[in-house]
């Protein structure tokens, strides 16, 4: 079975910076595909970001520019860094690793208030 487990997160000020860090137990080598995903309140979960096993990332348009996918395999994580943070970006983030399936984080609250 996969455990797929966020840590970061939290409540962050307006243009400020929060990472966000996944583990995801088992080798990586299963997967191929890592991605991040957010749900805004009220509204469907939409991607974020994702990155391939060779290494390629993907960033939607209103995170271009702003946010970092990156990942490590030895360590077996999926990081976001995020930067310039607004309210807007305000969401419950998740991991995911698919290998066929989509494996899921249980979600990490991100806050941008002042």
């Known amino acids: 079975q996969v455990h797929v487990v966020e840590s970061g997160g939290g409540l962050v000020q307006p243009g400020g910076s929060a990472n966000l860090s996944c583990r995801i137990s088992?080798?990586?080598?299963?997967?191929?595909?890592w991605a991040w995903y957010r749900q805004l309140a009220g509204k469907g979960r939409e991607v974020v970001a994702h990155?391939?096993?060779?290494?390629?990332?993907t960033y939607a348009d209103f995170v271009k520019g702003r946010f970092t996918i990156s990942r490590d395999n030895a360590e077996n994580t999926v990081d976001l860094q995020m930067a310039s943070l607004q309210v807007e970006d305000t969401a419950v983030y998740y991991c995911?690793?698919?290998?066929?399936?989509?494996?899921w984080g249980q979600g990490i609250q991100v806050t941008v208030s002042s």
């Open positions: 088992g080798t990586h080598d299963r997967f191929y595909l």
């Open positions: 990155i391939r096993s060779d290494n390629v990332t």
């Open positions: 995911a690793a698919i290998d066929g399936h989509f494996h």
